[in-house]
């Protein structure tokens, strides 16, 4: 809002909150008054109802006689964008003193409903449910009979006019016997199955999350925090069998050390204990989620019981978790709004996610929970797969920050040209710039500093901030490059503007080459890509042919202008034949190979809706799949970069 328009609105909004009329609403912005909701909202959830899927939700709110908007919340913390699934609420239902209170939809904001609350009364009721899907295509499935994953946005309508911390709640909610659960909140009261938790603000509640479940695990990754004078943190764990919660004290020792990796990394915790939701499931839907003082996860049921197998996305806690500093605790202004109904803007998520994703893979290679090696695979994988964006010559980074607005969330990530169309490359583009910026700064100052000094000092005690005051810190451009610039001296804002506004063809690797590596080709998948396909049920051909074959043989991931692209495929077609004979993955490594030598194309057979066809693919390049490759005569400094702090 500019300066102007708010020094005429925020008087009369407060005029109006104090004789009770209703404020006036912008269109799709809940404007605020700076002033708390008079009284408590009162929230009760029963989540009992696990053969049909549905969360039953009542809610009592105080109100004053006049007209009311409640809202649904819309714009989502953490999803940057307007993703709330309304869709998914049902049976809205509104009383006072027992009689019926008609309400309506705005029909230009449909997270709006607007009411007029009747003479006399002082108290709004409130019952709906929350419909979780049963099929996934029908949306993310978030209860199943083994566990479930309360998202308190879901279950909430709040009076408009009011910033998100000035209204209080008191949440309740009710298990399915013998359940446990994990979540930030904490409880004042437990009768049974029935849980009451302290009131919290409705930034808060909508912050912090639960998930519960039959098969439940609670474990402290750290012990001794109390006598240390620090904030506990504890790994909840939900999964389908309790089979699955077997952890060895190797595997804990790794979480724990995600833990101290990072209290070395940002030298204080900003918040007053921390909670790792982390569900082991097939059933429930995939999910990786920050909040300040806990994080959503969701993970194979295997994670634990075939650990050996592959570390292909145990980097997903140390992401989450870092973002407590970055993108909760420390938040890019314009991503700051006083409620889920104010738009948010996305501009700076190439720093609120790019350089999160950097310290995931960076804190998950000093913890162990990935090993050196495996973290060098994923880097190369990484560098491989933006190195082939073919959308960077018409679509900057700049503009991929908008991605989230411009699609639900994951939608980035599953279009159907995804190297041309770009999704949501700010994560791993600029985990390659993060990483170059480190290398300029060992560079620049002989080594004495890194990018650890500036997360230190950007992300770590804020000067003047009371210790328990956990209250989000805006940051700007400017603000990141006198950080930078205060640590080492350099060019930073051009150093960030050429990297997120321009066209250039090929992905910023010269902070591998920094490092001492570079970028190379193997004829065999390392054991990380083969982890990494196996979790994604796919058959990789990316670097050869230019696609993944999926569930049913289909095609995916087909990449804009490789040989596949080039002979009229796309991912409409099913696999079928290789060479006359039925589509096997070794059968068309087979063929690949063989064609380095030969003359003869590759011949697909391959069935697009109802028609079937056979295309040649003349490629002679052979089987492609990346790797790193030390550079002689250099420093691996990329070794000291991922080494544990001591």
Same mark, same amino acid.
């Given at each position: ?43 009760? %959830? ?42 998914? *609420? ?71 006019? !009011? ?32 849980? =009451? ?35 506990? %943190? ?9 089979? /699955? ?25 900003? &918040?007053?204990? &921390? ?10 839907? =995939? ?28 980097? *997903?806690? $140390? ?29 700076? *998520? ?10 995931? /893979? ?16 994923? *880097? ?23 991605? =989230? ?20 490359? !700010? !994560? ?38 009371? /210790? $328990? /005051? ?22 930073? $804002? ?18 591998? $080459? ?133």
């Amino acid at each position: 809002m500019n300066l102007l328009r708010r020094s005429i609105l925020v008087p009369l909004l407060a005029l109006a909150a104090v004789l009770g009329a209703p404020a006036v609403q912008a269109q799709n912005t809940v404007v605020n008054t700076g002033v708390a909701y008079p009284g408590v909202l009162t929230l009760r %959830v029963d989540a009992t109802d696990l053969d049909h899927r549905i969360f039953r939700v009542n809610e009592s709110l105080p109100v004053r006689p006049g007209a009311l908007t409640l809202y649904y919340p819309r714009w989502l913390p953490g999803d940057h964008g307007p993703d709330g699934v309304i869709t998914q *609420l049902a049976g809205l239902k509104m009383s006072a003193a027992g009689v019926p209170v008609h309400w309506k939809r705005d029909p230009l904001d449909v997270y709006a409903f607007e009411l007029t609350v009747p003479a006399g009364a002082a108290t709004l009721e409130l019952e709906f449910q929350f419909l979780s899907p049963v099929d996934p295509a029908s949306g993310r499935v978030v209860m199943t009979p083994e566990m479930l994953n309360l998202q308190w946005n879901a279950v909430l309508l709040y009076p408009g006019g !009011y910033d998100d911390s000035r209204i209080t709640v008191q949440p309740s909610l009710r298990l399915p016997t013998g359940w446990k659960y994990g979540s930030a909140l904490e409880p004042a009261v437990q009768h049974g199955d029935g849980i =009451e938790f302290k009131p919290v603000s409705v930034e808060s509640l909508i912050d912090s999350p639960v998930f519960a479940g039959r098969h439940f695990r609670r474990l402290d990754l750290d012990p001794e925090a109390l006598e240390g004078g620090r904030a506990p %943190v504890y790994l909840d764990v939900v999964a389908d069998e309790s089979a /699955d919660l077997a952890i060895t004290p190797e595997q804990l020792a790794a979480h724990r050390a995600l833990v101290t990796q990072a209290d070395r990394l940002f030298g204080v915790r900003h &918040y007053a204990h &921390y909670d790792f939701l982390l569900a082991l499931s097939d059933h429930l839907g =995939e999910i990786g989620l920050e909040h300040h003082q806990s994080s959503e996860n969701g993970v194979p049921p295997e994670y634990f019981t075939e650990w050996a197998k592959s570390s292909a996305g145990r980097d *997903l806690l $140390a992401h989450e978790y870092s973002h407590s500093w970055n993108g909760k605790f420390r938040r890019p202004a314009d991503l700051w709004t006083p409620n889920t109904n104010t738009p948010m803007q996305d501009s700076l *998520l190439w720093m609120y996610e790019g350089q999160t994703q950097f310290w995931g /893979d960076v804190l998950a290679a000093r913890s162990g929970l990935m090993p050196l090696k495996d973290a060098r695979d994923n *880097l190369a994988s990484v560098a491989a797969w933006l190195e082939g964006r073919s959308g960077r010559v018409w679509r900057n980074l700049q503009d991929v920050t908008n991605q =989230e607005i411009m699609s639900a969330r994951g939608g980035g990530s599953e279009v159907d040209w995804r190297d041309w169309q770009r999704g949501s490359d !700010y !994560y791993d583009e600029m985990a390659m710039v993060w990483l170059e910026a480190d290398m300029l700064i060992r560079e620049g100052s002989g080594g004495a500093r890194s990018l650890d000094d500036f997360a230190r000092a950007f992300f770590g005690p804020a000067p003047g901030r009371r /210790d $328990a /005051d956990f209250s989000p810190l805006t940051y700007t451009f400017d603000d990141v490059v006198a950080a930078l610039d205060r640590v080492q001296p350099h060019d930073w $804002a051009g150093f960030l503007r050429e990297r997120l506004d321009t066209h250039r063809p090929g992905a910023p690797l010269r902070g591998l $080459a920094l490092a001492g590596w570079k970028l190379a080709w193997s004829e065999e998948p390392s054991d990380y890509d083969k982890g990494a396909a196996a979790q994604r049920k796919v058959d990789d051909f990316s670097y050869s042919l230019g696609f993944d074959v999926g569930k049913g043989e289909k095609l995916r991931n087909v990449r804009w202008g490789s040989p596949a692209f080039d002979a009229g495929l796309s991912n409409a077609v099913q696999l079928i034949a290789v060479d006359g004979l039925a589509y096997k993955a070794d059968r068309l490594k087979r063929a690949i190979t063989a064609a380095k030598t030969g003359t003869a194309p590759i011949r697909l057979l391959v069935k697009d809706g109802e028609v079937y066809k056979t295309v040649a693919i003349t490629y002679r390049g052979g089987l492609r799949y990346p790797t790193l490759a030390r550079i002689e005569g250099t420093e691996d400094r990329l070794a000291r970069l991922l080494a544990p702090r001591p």
